[in-house]
């Protein structure tokens, strides 16, 4: 079968080949610029703007018996870009993304807008149709899709949500085009860039001077991470100090781990508590004693009492339409690699300050500061609010332990509080770090907050949502982390992708499956299968709460999927990528499910799939 839009049956007639034992094109220097700047992974779907690359990956394989960077093949190109999201969460650096002319760049989709919105760095390489078409240059069109193909702003499809996009116009400087826009890519705020060249380009000749003067990686650093100023960091240290009901609210400070024990021991210091607002990272361990919870909307508890409210990371701290605010006269401050959100339609917090800075860099001020503060003069009040904290935390947490005692209305079938906590227990008993050398994906939509605080992860790193809100990301998205786990040299015991079923469908299983099984990348795959899409039906009561449809059904509504229609999604998995399947519906079955299922992914080394049937909407 041909590539993605690539007819090559249709050939309008041949073009010439150069021949010759070491021939070097543009795709050479591309490759080479990849490897020489730590590009260990190029996520790719091919297609007839990429005939340079394919000759050039096997004179590669022809000179040395390897590519220069692994080549993952991803018949989705959405997999393929989450697949690099997730390599790039657990590296902390890019992976590249191959795609094919401006149908590729659009089958990218929501992808694009997770990375963005995540931060994560990546680097997205697509051809175009060839700009010749009668044979001046080796690349000319040949086949009648590459009319079809000829877009006028190809890169306009993917602009506002890029970092940097760029065409490489000749290989003679494309190494450079290459590191300007990793580089670009790896500053903060981290993410996407884009880079397209006609065929043509990719095909050109390129001498051995130009193939041995690749850009130097050590000239080309990513922006060294800011810092708070010495006025801000002594008002913000100060005034966490003397407040009676201070409180932190991150949601991505974790995206770097070094911030997270600095969180952590900030927090000790002072008796702060910490909540998480739609986190997409693990900012604080679970475990510490003035952590008090993750949320996601609705109105937030501990906000209004707050006199020092620290924002740090975080995307939307609060929801206005809530009534959610601080107390009166409270202050407000902010820090954020991009605390004004520029690329929001609109975004707005009530901030005595806005710092642009690194959370970990910030924080290790702030420490600093704290320690040079006189403890007599808040001592007391510290006291005091750990008291109140350490109240807080333990209703908080009484209240978690009971709903995982707890059925769903039926008493048959689980809650979703339940069934995490057998999957924590399983997880638990079943690896050999007891849990802690876990990967945890989240991408449950509306339960996502119960994963938050049940499964409670304690390590930097262990638990990531995309940071976006195209959902799909998670199928890819364990692909590539299990990669990315590989090349950094760090093995997790398990891999967990905790989905919904809307969401499962919306992430190319049958594509995920199959690449996961060929680069020997299992993971356990939990749907809580709801029948349909709730997150739609919630909104609508949040609007219309007394309206005609507020008691309608799922069905009726048309965001249902019924009893007897839903997708065999375990199946799914079993028939593109031979991975093991069962779907549970009695809550009593959970736990042998569960480590039989975890039991297949660590020693069959296969994708394992359990489709639990929770309540309907």
């Given at each position: 079968?041909?590539?993605?839009?690539?007819?090559?049956?249709?050939?309008?007639?041949?073009?010439?080949?150069?021949?010759?034992?070491?021939?070097?094109?543009t795709?050479?220097?591309?490759?080479?610029t990849?490897?020489?700047?730590?590009?260990?992974?190029?996520?790719?779907?091919?297609?007839?703007?990429?005939?340079?690359?394919?000759?050039?990956?096997?004179r590669?394989?022809?000179?040395s018996?390897?590519?220069?960077?692994?080549?993952?093949?991803?018949?989705?190109?959405?997999?393929?870009?989450?697949?690099?999201?997730?390599?790039?969460q657990?590296?902390?650096?890019?992976?590249?993304?191959i795609?094919?002319?401006d149908?590729?760049?659009?089958?990218?989709?929501?992808?694009?807008?997770?990375?963005?919105?995540?931060?994560?760095?990546?680097?997205?390489?697509?051809?175009?149709?060839?700009?010749?078409?009668?044979?001046?240059?080796?690349?000319?069109?040949?086949?009648?899709?590459?009319w079809?193909?000829?877009m006028?702003?190809?890169?306009?499809?993917?602009?506002?949500?890029?970092?940097?996009?760029?065409?490489?116009?000749?290989?003679?400087?494309?190494?450079?085009?290459?590191m300007?826009?990793?580089?670009?890519?790896?500053?903060?705020?981290?993410?996407?860039?884009?880079?397209?060249?006609?065929?043509?380009?990719?095909?050109?000749?390129?001498?051995?001077?130009?193939?041995n003067?690749?850009?130097?990686?050590?000239?080309?650093?990513?922006?060294t991470?800011?810092?708070?100023?010495?006025?801000?960091?002594?008002?913000?240290?100060?005034?966490?100090?003397?407040?009676?009901?201070?409180?932190?609210?991150?949601?991505?400070?974790?995206?770097?781990?070094?911030?997270?024990?600095?969180?952590?021991?900030?927090?000790?210091?002072?008796?702060?508590?910490?909540?998480?607002?739609?986190?997409?990272?693990?900012?604080i361990?679970?475990?510490?004693?003035?952590?008090?919870?993750?949320?996601?909307?609705?109105?937030?508890?501990?906000?209004?009492?707050?006199?020092?409210?620290?924002?740090?990371?975080?995307?939307?701290?609060?929801?206005?339409?809530?009534?959610?605010?601080?107390?009166?006269?409270?202050?407000?401050?902010?820090?954020?690699?991009?605390?004004?959100k520029?690329?929001?339609?609109?975004?707005?917090?009530?901030?005595?300050?806005?710092?642009?800075?690194?959370?970990?860099?910030?924080?290790?001020?702030?420490?600093?500061?704290?320690?040079?503060?006189?403890?007599?003069?808040?001592?007391?009040?510290?006291?005091?609010?750990?008291?109140?904290?350490?109240?807080?935390?333990a209703?908080?947490?009484?209240?978690?332990?009971?709903?995982?005692?707890?059925?769903?209305?039926?008493?048959?079938?689980p809650?979703?509080?339940?069934?995490?906590?057998?999957?924590?227990?399983?997880?638990?008993?079943?690896?050999?770090?007891?849990?802690?050398?876990?990967?945890?994906?989240?991408?449950?939509?509306?339960?996502?907050?119960?994963?938050?605080?049940?499964?409670?992860?304690?390590?930097?790193?262990?638990?990531?949502?995309?940071?976006?809100?195209?959902?799909?990301?998670?199928?890819?998205?364990?692909?590539?982390?299990?990669?990315?786990?590989?090349a950094?040299?760090?093995?997790?015991d398990?891999?967990?992708?905790?989905?919904?079923?809307?969401?499962?469908?919306?992430?190319?299983?049958?594509?995920?499956?199959?690449?996961?099984?060929?680069?020997?990348?299992?993971?356990?795959?939990i749907?809580?299968?709801?029948?349909?899409?709730?997150?739609?039906?919630?909104?609508?009561?949040?609007?219309?709460?007394?309206?005609?449809?507020?008691?309608?059904?799922?069905?009726?509504?048309s965001?249902?999927?019924?009893?007897?229609?839903?997708?065999?999604?375990?199946?799914?998995?079993?028939?593109?990528?031979?991975?093991?399947?069962?779907?549970?519906?009695?809550?009593?079955?959970?736990?042998?499910a569960?480590?039989?299922?975890?039991?297949?992914?660590?020693?069959?080394?296969?994708?394992?799939?359990?489709?639990?049937?929770?309540?309907?909407?």
């Amino acid at each position: 079968m041909a590539g993605r839009s690539s007819w090559g049956i249709f050939s309008l007639w041949p073009v010439s080949s150069c021949s010759g034992a070491n021939m070097y094109t543009t795709a050479s220097v591309f490759f080479k610029t990849l490897a020489e700047a730590g590009i260990t992974h190029a996520f790719v779907n091919w297609g007839s703007d990429h005939s340079a690359f394919l000759e050039d990956l096997h004179r590669q394989r022809t000179e040395s018996g390897k590519t220069l960077v692994e080549i993952v093949t991803c018949p989705s190109e959405y997999v393929a870009l989450s697949a690099a999201h997730g390599y790039g969460q657990v590296t902390g650096k890019p992976a590249a993304v191959i795609v094919h002319v401006d149908v590729g760049t659009q089958g990218l989709a929501g992808a694009v807008h997770n990375a963005d919105r995540g931060q994560v760095p990546v680097l997205i390489f697509a051809g175009s149709s060839p700009f010749t078409a009668n044979g001046e240059l080796r690349g000319s069109k040949n086949e009648f899709v590459m009319w079809f193909q000829d877009m006028p702003d190809q890169p306009a499809i993917v602009r506002q949500y890029m970092r940097y996009v760029a065409q490489i116009q000749t290989g003679k400087n494309a190494s450079k085009m290459i590191m300007r826009a990793l580089q670009i890519a790896s500053s903060q705020p981290k993410g996407p860039v884009y880079l397209w060249a006609r065929r043509e380009v990719t095909d050109e000749d390129i001498d051995d001077s130009t193939i041995n003067t690749v850009a130097s990686l050590n000239k080309w650093p990513a922006v060294t991470p800011g810092a708070l100023t010495p006025q801000a960091v002594e008002t913000i240290a100060s005034a966490l100090a003397k407040a009676e009901s201070p409180l932190v609210i991150t949601a991505n400070a974790g995206r770097n781990p070094a911030a997270v024990p600095l969180l952590a021991e900030l927090s000790s210091a002072l008796a702060i508590g910490v909540i998480s607002c739609a986190a997409s990272s693990v900012s604080i361990p679970a475990s510490h004693p003035y952590f008090l919870g993750y949320f996601f909307g609705g109105k937030l508890p501990y906000l209004p009492d707050a006199d020092v409210v620290l924002v740090f990371d975080t995307d939307v701290p609060w929801v206005d339409v809530f009534d959610n605010a601080p107390r009166t006269g409270a202050q407000v401050f902010v820090v954020d690699s991009d605390p004004l959100k520029r690329t929001f339609g609109f975004s707005h917090v009530d901030a005595d300050l806005l710092c642009t800075a690194d959370a970990a860099t910030a924080l290790r001020q702030l420490l600093d500061a704290v320690q040079t503060l006189d403890a007599r003069t808040y001592a007391a009040k510290v006291h005091a609010r750990a008291q109140t904290l350490d109240a807080s935390r333990a209703a908080w947490r009484a209240q978690l332990a009971h709903a995982e005692t707890l059925l769903a209305p039926d008493g048959v079938k689980p809650s979703v509080a339940f069934l995490l906590a057998r999957l924590r227990d399983a997880v638990v008993s079943q690896t050999s770090s007891r849990g802690r050398n876990v990967l945890w994906l989240n991408e449950a939509a509306s339960a996502s907050g119960h994963i938050w605080n049940h499964i409670a992860p304690e390590e930097p790193g262990s638990m990531f949502m995309s940071g976006g809100t195209s959902l799909g990301y998670i199928l890819g998205g364990s692909v590539g982390a299990s990669l990315g786990a590989r090349a950094a040299g760090r093995e997790y015991d398990l891999i967990v992708a905790l989905t919904g079923d809307g969401n499962f469908l919306f992430g190319a299983p049958t594509a995920a499956y199959w690449v996961a099984r060929r680069y020997d990348a299992p993971f356990l795959t939990i749907v809580f299968n709801n029948r349909g899409w709730f997150s739609p039906k919630y909104s609508m009561r949040a609007v219309h709460p007394t309206g005609l449809g507020s008691t309608a059904s799922g069905d009726k509504l048309s965001v249902g999927f019924g009893e007897e229609h839903n997708v065999d999604y375990a199946g799914v998995a079993a028939a593109a990528g031979g991975g093991w399947a069962r779907q549970v519906i009695h809550a009593d079955e959970l736990q042998g499910a569960f480590e039989e299922g975890i039991r297949v992914v660590l020693h069959e080394r296969r994708c394992a799939v359990i489709d639990c049937i929770i309540e309907s909407i």
